[in-house]
């Protein structure tokens, strides 16, 4: 694949511009970005410098630092935006060249803003991110770029891959299938760069463990808790040996909750009766040892993991957790304190007058046809045979971010709509992508034979 002709200048810059701003209508028809319940810890972790238990800090340093300290939080949003627009664009121009570049895009950014993506790129909150880190990874595989650009793409990948402790693990994954799939590989410019790449990916990623790390050693032990209380595991397994074995968690076995984040965050849930995060980590890691070095509910956990992963690939609708938060909750206080000239737009919006999680039935509709139709229109053009070279790459490498994604999430968290809508716009992209290809394949080779 030689590497095609680009755009550049003003056509470039204003093509950004514009999926920047399709992907932000929903924070626009919102009046203000759309906020999560876990934004109070994200938004004081970077304003407090307060490393939070169970994240990661780069987030919060993330949105304090584009905030511009505090001046709005609509900064840190158009930026990812511009960032997400800014990856597409570019993989568009790398694949198929500068021909038709803004029709390409435009059509690109109509069909994504149907998505999750456009929704997800609206919310305060890292989770467009892995799609970031994931648009980043293909583009340094392709090898088509500058020392600098190249540079500048593993610097946001290393950021992103560090906004969420699930990411290590997707992308790991991510690329030992590749190095699996290497034969298949025939692009000159990919194999040339191939092992160098992977080295620089694999170890960009597992660098982020000191910046992530504290986070998951104080919390882990809860998240995988609530995790095997999800699958149905630990109460199997409390059941069963709670007669010869003194848990503290013992006493609890028969007031369980059924929803792992009732688990982990209702104040009377069982893990703060027992003192909280830090008072419970040796009992639940002695539990989780237990469970995992024998034989019995390690073949369980495995089991119900598939399940719940094959259950979260369908999980992905939209404004999962986007609910009112007025004044007196804490994602109010935290943009109340942090970004105050905020606060009237934030208590104006849209999803602070109304449950819009009941309202927004059309979109996911929508969303979801998009999705299923785009999956189904890749995988056909699979099975025919017509997904080859750099565009089955490309595919490939968006697919398999999207199955670890969900893996990843569903074997050590839980089943949620929001793992899944983070990237399952992955799929309407990489069909775009390969229809983009094959029509400028096809184009070249008329024009060659005419030309003849």
Same mark, same amino acid.
């Given at each position: 694949?030689?590497?095609?002709? @680009?755009?550049? %200048?003003?056509?470039?810059?204003?093509?950004?511009?514009?999926?920047?701003?399709?992907?932000?209508?929903?924070?626009?028809?919102? %009046?203000?970005?759309?906020?999560?319940?876990?934004? =109070? @810890? +994200?938004?004081?972790? =970077?304003?407090?410098?307060?490393?939070? =238990?169970?994240?990661?800090?780069? +987030?919060?340093?993330?949105?304090?630092?584009?905030?511009?300290?505090?001046?709005?939080?609509?900064?840190?949003?158009?930026?990812?935006?511009?960032?997400? #627009?800014?990856?597409?664009?570019?993989?568009?121009?790398?694949?198929?060249?500068?021909?038709?570049?803004?029709?390409?895009?435009?059509?690109?950014?109509?069909?994504?803003?149907?998505?999750?993506?456009?929704?997800?790129?609206?919310? *305060?909150?890292?989770?467009?991110? @892995?799609?970031?880190?994931?648009?980043? &990874?293909?583009?340094?595989?392709?090898?088509?770029?500058?020392?600098?650009?190249?540079? /500048?793409?593993?610097?946001?990948? /290393?950021?992103?891959?560090?906004?969420?402790?699930?990411? *290590?693990?997707?992308?790991?994954?991510?690329?030992?299938?590749?190095?699996? &799939?290497?034969?298949?590989?025939?692009?000159?410019?990919?194999?040339? %760069?191939?092992?160098?790449?992977?080295?620089?990916?694999? =170890?960009?990623?597992?660098?982020?463990?000191?910046?992530?790390?504290? &986070?998951?050693?104080? #919390?882990?032990?809860?998240?995988?808790?609530?995790?095997?209380?999800?699958?149905?595991?630990?109460?199997? !397994?409390?059941?069963?040996?709670?007669?010869?074995?003194?848990?503290?968690?013992?006493?609890?076995?028969?007031?369980?909750?059924?929803?792992?984040?009732?688990?982990?965050?209702?104040?009377?849930?069982?893990?703060?009766?027992?003192? %909280?995060?830090?008072?419970?980590?040796?009992?639940?890691?002695?539990?989780?040892?237990?469970?995992?070095?024998?034989?019995?509910?390690?073949?369980? /956990?495995?089991?119900?993991?598939?399940?719940?992963?094959?259950?979260?690939?369908?999980?992905?609708?939209?404004?999962?957790?986007?609910?009112?938060?007025?004044?007196? @909750?804490?994602?109010?206080?935290?943009?109340?304190?942090?970004?105050?000239?905020?606060?009237?737009?934030?208590?104006?919006?849209?999803?602070?007058?109304?449950?819009?999680?009941?309202?927004?039935?059309?979109?996911?509709?929508?969303?979801?046809?998009?999705?299923?139709?785009?999956?189904?229109?890749?995988?056909?053009?699979?099975?025919?045979?017509?997904?080859?070279?750099?565009?089955?790459?490309?595919?490939?490498?968006?697919? #398999?971010? !999207?199955?670890?994604?969900?893996?990843?999430?569903?074997?050590?968290?839980?089943?949620?709509?929001?793992?899944?809508?983070?990237?399952?716009?992955?799929?309407?992209?990489?069909?775009?992508?390969?229809?983009? !290809?094959?029509?400028?394949?096809?184009?070249?080779?008329?024009?060659?034979?005419? &030309?003849?």
């Amino acid at each position: 694949m030689k590497t095609p002709r @680009t755009v550049k %200048g003003w056509p470039y810059a204003l093509t950004v511009l514009l999926g920047a701003v399709l992907f932000l209508l929903p924070a626009l028809y919102n %009046g203000y970005p759309l906020v999560n319940s876990d934004d =109070g @810890t +994200y938004i004081w972790s =970077g304003f407090r410098m307060q490393q939070p =238990g169970d994240r990661p800090i780069t +987030y919060g340093l993330f949105l304090r630092f584009f905030s511009l300290n505090g001046v709005s939080f609509w900064i840190p949003a158009f930026v990812q935006a511009l960032i997400i #627009s800014w990856l597409i664009v570019k993989l568009i121009q790398r694949l198929v060249g500068g021909r038709r570049l803004f029709a390409n895009a435009l059509t690109v950014f109509i069909v994504l803003s149907l998505t999750s993506l456009s929704w997800t790129v609206s919310e *305060i909150i890292p989770d467009i991110w @892995t799609g970031i880190a994931l648009l980043s &990874a293909v583009l340094i595989f392709l090898n088509r770029e500058t020392r600098l650009v190249k540079f /500048f793409l593993l610097l946001i990948y /290393f950021c992103a891959v560090a906004t969420h402790l699930s990411n *290590i693990l997707i992308f790991t994954g991510v690329f030992l299938v590749l190095m699996l &799939a290497k034969s298949f590989v025939k692009d000159e410019m990919i194999r040339k %760069g191939f092992w160098i790449n992977i080295l620089l990916l694999l =170890g960009a990623s597992w660098l982020t463990v000191p910046v992530i790390g504290r &986070a998951s050693q104080k #919390s882990q032990h809860v998240f995988l808790m609530a995790s095997m209380l999800e699958k149905g595991v630990l109460k199997k !397994y409390l059941d069963e040996n709670c007669d010869q074995k003194n848990y503290q968690l013992c006493r609890f076995k028969e007031s369980l909750p059924t929803d792992p984040n009732v688990f982990i965050w209702d104040q009377n849930s069982p893990l703060y009766q027992q003192g %909280g995060w830090d008072a419970t980590k040796e009992d639940y890691d002695l539990i989780l040892h237990d469970i995992y070095t024998s034989p019995k509910y390690l073949f369980l /956990f495995l089991q119900k993991s598939l399940e719940g992963a094959w259950r979260q690939i369908f999980e992905c609708h939209l404004a999962e957790g986007n609910y009112p938060f007025p004044a007196g @909750t804490h994602v109010d206080a935290a943009v109340q304190e942090s970004a105050p000239g905020d606060t009237t737009m934030y208590r104006n919006a849209w999803q602070q007058q109304h449950n819009i999680v009941e309202r927004i039935d059309a979109m996911n509709n929508i969303n979801y046809v998009v999705l299923i139709g785009a999956a189904l229109l890749l995988l056909y053009v699979w099975i025919k045979g017509k997904l080859r070279g750099t565009p089955a790459l490309i595919s490939g490498m968006l697919t #398999s971010g !999207y199955l670890f994604n969900v893996l990843v999430c569903a074997t050590f968290a839980q089943v949620n709509a929001r793992y899944g809508s983070r990237l399952s716009w992955v799929f309407p992209l990489a069909f775009l992508l390969c229809w983009f !290809y094959g029509s400028t394949k096809r184009k070249n080779n008329e024009q060659s034979i005419t &030309a003849q």
